[in-house]
């Protein structure tokens, strides 16, 4: 099958603990796009969702933790050839934030090295109105751990949508062009579609 | 036994969230939805209990959890797998210790040898760059399973490769005759075939294929129901050895000479039917590991269908009359229906009822020995692969094995070691453990010497035949290298060894799977009642087979101890998500939940004598 350009699809895990918000700004990232289209369909193995950046388009592929990560049992399947990861925490719950950085220490060791990490803060909704009093992580202190960790960085909100669509163009942004998604490379084993059609079996009616 | 209806049960996931309508106008605030992290399980209570992430447990798992059923799956281990698990040489190591301290019960006899190599802070690979199972598989590419990951899309969460080349060991060299044609046409044309030869072969392939409810067929079969197939081929075929041990070795992967006709011709036919499905090989191998990798799929399948995980957890109280469970980490959960308990997670309090139910079952050996070597194999290997099989007959060996030895060998292409190294795995079906260990060892130094022979004189050879063949492919060679014998060849370097594993596993499948084919309460581990608790439900340890066969049929038993029918096993009918499958494309190809269903169908051979359930291959057809 030959598609004039066939998006690059790349590999994102969500991490982080449980009610940050991390199905919910996946969810208002692909249903933004979706909504008068074809809903995720249940089942899905992923959710997809296409990007497009300057010239080029991305098609996110995203694995969403569905709850393995509830006991730390994340199966090494969840990090292999993840090209990118978002690493979410609540702004106004510190734990949460302790926790994102157990999960970037995570990345480091489970994910490939090139893997692109972006750090987000959600419930920005909760302290958008100078309601300063329910923010417990500060921008500087997020800031601070993704320039030592080398991570994008950004506050959202699901709720509003707000900075949602940004993160995703900023990890698009940073994905080379190059990089080899699923390619055949001769020394590296062709991998065999089973979404095509199989032949038909050719059932022995030979009469 | 009282089972788990479809009417008691809560709707299925595709009931309860139909995929159509979901279109939330504003995201909802989630914070207090989701429960917060807990190191201890904080549920009340579950429908079925799981333990043990293996194979069969995962697919089972996935299985109700898509059709409504609660299911809390643990494990008393720290990784995915259980007794499938792919392990790094760290996890190695430390299961070895486990098993030989006797706290992993079934395996035996753990041996465990690493090279200082890569815990040298310099070098350049770790243990975590190597994916080792402790059951290797091969997937036909016309089998059940393979049919249930499509339909489950699970394949989605995996990567395929193809396995062409089947070697064969005999008369002290390795010879690959019909085993890496590109179809199956082409299996019986070898050119060094005599005419009456070439005109036997073809009318056996034509047997073999012939539709399993043709009457000849049938009436052939069940009059040779008891003959072994050496004396079919031989007799009815005049065949001779190397071509009739080459079909039941290698194409039919049998381990012994007294494998019977009707089971012989089965597993001939699940080689030849899986040509050309999804290309022109039989076979295929999943990425970064077998068994634990397709495990770690149907965990994940079954997690988002709602099913809950932690691992790390052993169930360590039960009580039957209050249906409550307790576990390691201090909590207790009512378990509504029932428990699946895997043989190596049995609880201290369950095991005279597990030892009560096996005490007259037939207990199977197998023992393995997994070799890490710095060489990348490419010599066994077709163009573009990376992973090859090789197989001993009975007696090819100095050790005078009585059942044949199948080697799997993978190199780093297929992502379970670094590149230009390659695994090998090598079992035997020796029952006698010392025996089977000196048959594998002996099988592995013949695989040793080949492939230094090979790659010495590695130039010569591609010279020599390259320039023949100017778009020289990689079959040409190896057939050329792979006919010498070995007899005089005395290596001039060693073959570089990372790790060396070995272990024996016990199992009540047998070899043939009968009893897991045909299963009565009589003969399989999971259908027979425990007298203390009628919640409990053991299942099998994973079986010889090399191949993927049994297992879905093993899930259904299960599926159906629990629900009182497989019908609904996996009815899901997923809207195909991917926009980019042109028209036409978008379809997995095996959809209907007939297509899934097997061995009730009972085609083959009707069996004149009720008691001889023996052939299971032969019995009931195994392809979908």
Same mark, same amino acid.
């Given at each position: ?207 | ?184 046409? @082409? ?22 294929? @012939?539709?399993?409810?043709? @009457? ?16 079919? +081929? ?10 009739? !041990? ?151 060996? !100095? ?8 080697? +799997? ?16 795995? +090598? ?90 084919? !045909? ?59 991917? @926009?980019? !499958? ?43």
């Amino acid at each position: 099958m030959s598609f004039p350009n066939p998006p690059k699809a790349i590999k994102l895990v969500l991490l982080g603990e449980a009610a940050v918000g991390k199905s919910s700004l996946v969810l208002r990232f692909v249903s933004n796009d979706f909504q008068e289209n074809k809903e995720p369909t249940i089942g899905a193995a992923f959710l997809t969702q296409k990007c497009t950046i300057g010239d080029k388009t991305i098609k996110y592929e995203i694995w969403d933790t569905a709850g393995q990560e509830r006991f730390a049992s994340l199966a090494p399947m969840y990090y292999r050839n993840a090209q990118a990861a978002l690493v979410v925490y609540d702004i106004t719950k510190p734990a949460s934030f302790l926790k994102a950085r157990h999960w970037v220490k995570e990345l480091h060791e489970q994910a490939s090295k090139d893997i692109i990490i972006a750090l987000v803060g959600n419930k920005y909704d909760l302290v958008e109105d100078s309601n300063d009093e329910l923010r417990k992580v500060s921008v500087e202190e997020g800031k601070k751990l993704a320039e030592e960790e080398d991570l994008l960085f950004f506050e959202t909100s699901a709720k509003t949508s707000f900075n949602v669509n940004e993160v995703f163009i900023g990890i698009g942004s940073k994905i080379p062009d190059n990089s080899p998604v699923t390619e055949t490379r001769p020394e590296n084993g062709a991998r065999i579609d089973l979404s095509s059609q199989p032949a038909q079996k050719s059932n022995s009616s030979c009469c | 036994m009282s089972s788990f209806h479809r009417a008691e049960r809560r709707k299925s996931v595709a009931e309860r969230s139909p995929s159509v309508s979901y279109a939330p106008d504003t995201i909802p605030q989630l914070a207090g939805l989701e429960k917060p992290q807990e190191h201890n399980l904080h549920i009340g209570e579950c429908d079925v209990l799981v333990m043990g992430t293996g194979l069969v447990e995962s697919v089972v798992a996935a299985a109700l959890s898509w059709q409504g059923v609660d299911v809390l799956h643990i494990d008393n281990k720290t990784c995915y797998g259980d007794s499938n698990s792919t392990l790094t040489i760290e996890q190695v190591k430390s299961w070895c210790q486990e098993v030989n301290s006797g706290r992993i019960q079934h395996f035996e006899d753990a041996q465990v040898y690493v090279t200082g190599d890569i815990y040298h802070p310099q070098s350049k690979f770790k243990s975590k760059d190597y994916g080792i199972d402790l059951t290797p598989k091969i997937m036909f590419a016309q089998s059940d399973l393979l049919s249930l990951l499509v339909k489950s899309r699970v394949y989605k969460y995996l990567e395929f490769q193809s396995l062409s080349n089947f070697h064969i060991f005999e008369n002290d060299s390795f010879s690959t005759k019909f085993a890496n044609a590109s179809s199956k046409e @082409e299996i019986f044309t070898d050119q060094s075939l005599s005419l009456l030869t070439k005109r036997y072969l073809m009318k056996f392939l034509k047997f073999v294929l @012939e539709d399993n409810n043709d @009457e000849d067929k049938r009436k052939t079969l069940a009059d040779n129901a008891k003959v072994t197939i050496y004396d079919f +081929l031989s007799q009815k075929f005049n065949l001779e050895t190397s071509q009739i !041990n080459e079909l039941i070795y290698s194409i039919g992967l049998c381990i012994k000479p007294t494998t019977k006709t009707p089971e012989a011709i089965a597993r001939i036919r699940r080689f030849l039917v899986s040509f050309n499905v999804y290309g022109n090989f039989p076979v295929l191998v999943s990425k970064y590991g077998g068994p634990g990798e397709i495990s770690q799929g149907f965990c994940r399948s079954a997690a988002v269908a709602g099913t809950t995980y932690k691992l790390n957890t052993a169930l360590t109280d039960y009580d039957p009359q209050l249906k409550l469970a307790k576990f390691s980490d201090k909590s207790s959960i009512k378990i509504n229906e029932k428990l699946i308990v895997a043989p190596t997670q049995i609880p201290k309090f369950l095991q005279s009822s597990y030892n009560e139910i096996t005490e007259s079952l037939k207990k199977v050996n197998i023992s393995r020995l997994v070799v890490i070597v710095k060489k990348d194999c490419k010599e066994w290997m077709a163009d573009q692969e990376c992973s090859a099989m090789v197989v001993f007959p009975p007696e090819s060996l !100095n050790s005078q094995n009585k059942t044949s030895i199948q080697a +799997l060998i993978q190199n780093g292409g297929t992502g379970v070691c670094p590149p230009g190294q390659s695994i090998w795995y +090598l079992t035997s079906f020796e029952q006698d453990s010392i025996k089977a260990k000196q048959d594998l060892q002996c099988a592995f130094e013949k695989m040793e010497s080949s492939i230094l022979r090979e790659s010495s004189d590695l130039d010569d050879v591609l010279d020599e035949n390259l320039s023949v063949n100017k778009s020289g492919t990689s079959l040409v060679v190896n057939s050329v290298k792979l006919g010498k014998s070995l007899q005089n060849f005395v290596p001039k370097e060693t073959l570089e060894i990372i790790c060396k594993f070995g272990f024996t596993q016990k199992t009540y499948v047998l070899n043939d799977l009968s009893n897991v084919i !045909n299963p009565t309460d009589e003969n399989n581990v999971s259908l027979r009642k425990t007298k203390d608790c009628e919640d409990i439900i053991f299942t099998n340890m994973p079986s010889s087979e090399i191949s993927y066969d049994g297992i879905v049929k093993e899930c259904k038993t299960i599926y159906q101890a629990i629900t009182g029918s497989d019908d609904d096993f996996f009815d899901v009918d997923f809207e195909d998500d991917d @926009e980019f !499958n042109p028209a036409g494309f978008h379809q997995q190809p095996t959809t209907s939940s007939s297509n899934l269903k097997t061995s009730d169908n009972d085609m083959a051979i009707a069996s004149s004598d009720d008691e001889d359930n023996a052939h299971p291959f032969g019995a009931d057809e195994m392809e979908l």
